[in-house]
């Protein structure tokens, strides 16, 4: 009975040691992550075997680190000069993620902090030779070349432990001086056109109405011709012909003149 008291008082001791290393001795790995276990005392690093999803007990002494391997994606901003030496700011997107069977060497060579050391630094290499080759120009009228000429170099980047899916260029940060600058061209540029296109607009009218003015008179000389003296001396025949033979009174009035039709006007009905 006398050893009970230190019974109970090692008891607590370690279940308050146990409370204290809980996080370090229960390890749940969660969906889409893997674990690289460091042996304090059994030769460090597993390098051969990770831990899969699931849950583990581990020795409080060691160290279980957790690494996420589905695909990520992380945006970031660095500052590079063009061909010209203009100094601009680029905007990437990186896809990348872990190889599985290269986690414990990359935890081992590189850590968790493989974004810093090797993704950013290799893209941002390859994205200065490529960007200090071409003018200002070029890299904003041919954005989509730029990014093919990206993808091709992530073969280059990649390493035997990331894999790099995709370097996408979201946005060019160009000096304040140089964007007025460029906005300024593009809204006179506008302008020009605009102007351009009105006086052609204006061309464009004078020829229609030309054509019309042309056209109208053809009609007019064609119709001149056609209404020779004997052609309007037969109609004439005909309108008094018409008129003669309708019911109504009329007024005949005689001698009007050499050549001339009578004149005959047509009075009211029942006269």
Not at 52 to 79: A, L
Not at 181 to 209: F, M, P, S, V
């Amino acid at each position: 009975m006398r050893h009970l008291p230190a019974l109970i008082t090692s008891a607590i001791i370690f279940a308050l040691l146990l409370v204290y290393f809980q996080p370090l001795i229960f390890i749940t790995i969660k969906a889409g992550e893997e674990g690289v276990l460091y042996r304090r005392f059994a030769g460090g690093t597993v390098t051969d075997r990770t831990f899969k999803e699931g849950f583990h007990i581990v020795y409080p002494w060691n160290k279980m680190t957790i690494y996420d391997t589905r695909i990520q994606q992380k945006s970031y901003s660095f500052f590079v000069l063009t061909a010209e030496g203009l100094k601009i700011e680029l905007l990437l997107s990186v896809r990348y993620y872990p190889r599985r069977n290269a986690l414990g060497v990359l935890h081992q060579q590189i850590g968790p902090d493989y974004l810093e050391k090797i993704v950013f630094p290799e893209v941002e290499n390859t994205m200065r030779i490529l960007v200090g080759k071409m003018a200002l120009e070029e890299l904003y009228s041919n954005e989509a070349g730029l990014h093919h000429m990206i993808t091709k170099t992530i073969a280059e980047i990649e390493t035997n432990f990331i894999v790099i899916e995709d370097v996408v260029l979201r946005q060019i940060v160009l000096p304040k001086p140089v964007e007025a600058a460029i906005e300024t061209k593009i809204e006179q540029k506008q302008l020009a056109e605009a102007y351009q296109y009105r006086i052609d607009r204006e061309i464009q009218e004078g020829k229609r109405k030309k054509i019309e003015a042309d056209g109208i008179s053809q009609y007019n000389t064609t119709v001149s011709k056609s209404l020779s003296p004997d052609i309007l001396k037969w109609q004439g025949i005909q309108a008094t012909q018409a008129l003669a033979a309708s019911t109504n009174a009329k007024m005949v009035v005689i001698g009007n003149g050499g050549g001339q039709l009578p004149i005959i006007l047509g009075g009211a009905a029942g006269q």
